[in-house]
């Protein structure tokens, strides 16, 4: 697969060209709308954490504002540079566009391409840096996922058809606790659970409890959800509540932190060159269903150990299974399709599965949080953001436009 990486720097034709420098890191003091986002007050810390002028330097300095547990990264594995920048032209309405017009017009904070272990692209804005450990927002449910899959295969989790009220005793005789994991993994646990990111719903509700001091625990919080809507496995609802009972599912089975089993099973065996850490509630337990802070290269890691079905630093790190399994495209009709159509977008284990014939999936948070992954290829992209709107910026839809037509390039050589 390296030799192919090297193919699509100097084999394909005129879309994909190289530039004249090497594939090194690029930083830049500003970005769209710098000014906005704090650039003359030198991208401040601090909040609300959404605040436009405050987000840069809080979606990159998440261990400043809440308390974190550390994830510690030991010895590296080495990642190449291509000897030329990528020079990918892609199409989007109609016009052409560059990877440095994506740049100049998106806030995005960093952006990498990575095939194999050889980095095509790295760019930084708004003065972050590849020090930097990025908010991951809800692509910390995949890692959720993925950590649910180790338990499993270890024997902490005896099956993915139990009930989550078999590891968390507390949760008996709620309906989250009378709820697959399989279900909770595939957000169709039926649970009620408004989601709209207007700061009202049950969502918010529910971050306000995790996040606020009191005498409530985790999982008193998570049973103040309490109502089915429809049957396990029947339809599909976006819930944050799902993984979050799945990360107390984790702690319960494992006896261990979530920060402290990602260490030990992924993190330091994959071979991250930097800590990353885990924002925790006022309990000290993981927010399973989002921040999680990492640098642009060991999330390009983790990409690359899932493009790889699980194995990567010369180990099988997720059981490979697991990871066809938590992958497939579904199949239109299922209840786990997210539209209409032969290939419909569709929803895994905490993965989001793009409308393709083969396999290729997303990592997604909000304000533009993204890892793209490409089994066939090995192609990864890591995007972060500050988008100002949570979801459905127009954004969201070029980067989706960039990544389609890097893998269409690719194929065609």
Not at 1 to 12: D, G, H, T, W, Y
Request: glycine fraction near 8%.
């Amino acid at each position: 697969m390296k030799a192919l990486a090297f193919a699509l720097l100097f084999l394909l034709g005129p879309t994909i060209a190289v530039s004249a420098r090497d594939a090194s890191p690029v930083f830049s003091p500003a970005g769209p709308d710098a000014s906005a986002y704090g650039e003359t007050f030198g991208y401040p810390i601090g909040p609300p954490l959404k605040k436009q002028s405050n987000m840069v330097g809080n979606y990159s300095h998440a261990d400043q504002l809440d308390p974190t547990h550390r994830v510690a990264a030991d010895r590296p594995s080495l990642l190449r540079r291509a000897p030329q920048e990528l020079a990918l032209t892609y199409a989007f309405q109609g016009q052409a566009h560059t990877l440095q017009d994506y740049l100049d017009r998106n806030p995005t904070t960093s952006l990498l391409i990575i095939q194999d272990d050889t980095i095509l692209f790295e760019h930084y804005q708004y003065a972050r840096t590849d020090h930097d450990r990025f908010y991951s927002q809800s692509m910390a449910k995949t890692i959720t996922g993925m950590l649910i899959g180790i338990a499993i295969d270890e024997g902490a989790i005896h099956s993915v058809d139990d009930l989550a009220q078999t590891y968390v005793q507390a949760l008996t005789g709620t309906v989250l606790g009378q709820t697959p994991i399989r279900a909770l993994l595939q957000m169709s646990s039926g649970i009620r659970f408004g989601q709209d990111y207007g700061g009202s719903d049950d969502d918010a509700k529910l971050t306000r409890m995790l996040f606020t001091p009191s005498s409530q625990s985790t999982i008193q919080a998570v049973s103040q959800f309490n109502v089915r809507a429809a049957p396990p496995g029947t339809l599909w609802h976006y819930a944050n509540v799902n993984p979050e009972v799945l990360g107390l599912v984790l702690a319960q089975a494992t006896h261990m932190t979530l920060a402290d089993y990602l260490q030990s099973r992924i993190w330091q065996p994959m071979g991250a060159e930097a800590d990353a850490n885990w924002v925790v509630d006022h309990n000290g337990q993981e927010i399973a269903y989002c921040c999680f802070n990492a640098t642009a290269r060991d999330y390009a890691r983790f990409g690359q150990m899932l493009a790889q079905d699980g194995a990567w630093n010369g180990r099988q790190i997720v059981p490979r299974q697991w990871v066809l399994d938590a992958t497939q495209p579904v199949m239109a009709g299922s209840p786990l399709a997210i539209e209409q159509g032969p290939h419909p977008w569709g929803y895994g284990y905490l993965v989001w599965l793009m409308p393709a014939p083969r396999r290729t999936f997303v990592m997604e948070g909000v304000e533009g949080q993204r890892i793209f992954i490409d089994p066939a290829t090995h192609l990864v992209l890591v995007h972060t953001a500050v988008r100002l709107k949570p979801t459905h910026d127009i954004g969201d839809s070029e980067l989706v436009a960039l990544w389609r037509d890097l893998l269409r390039q690719a194929e065609a050589k």
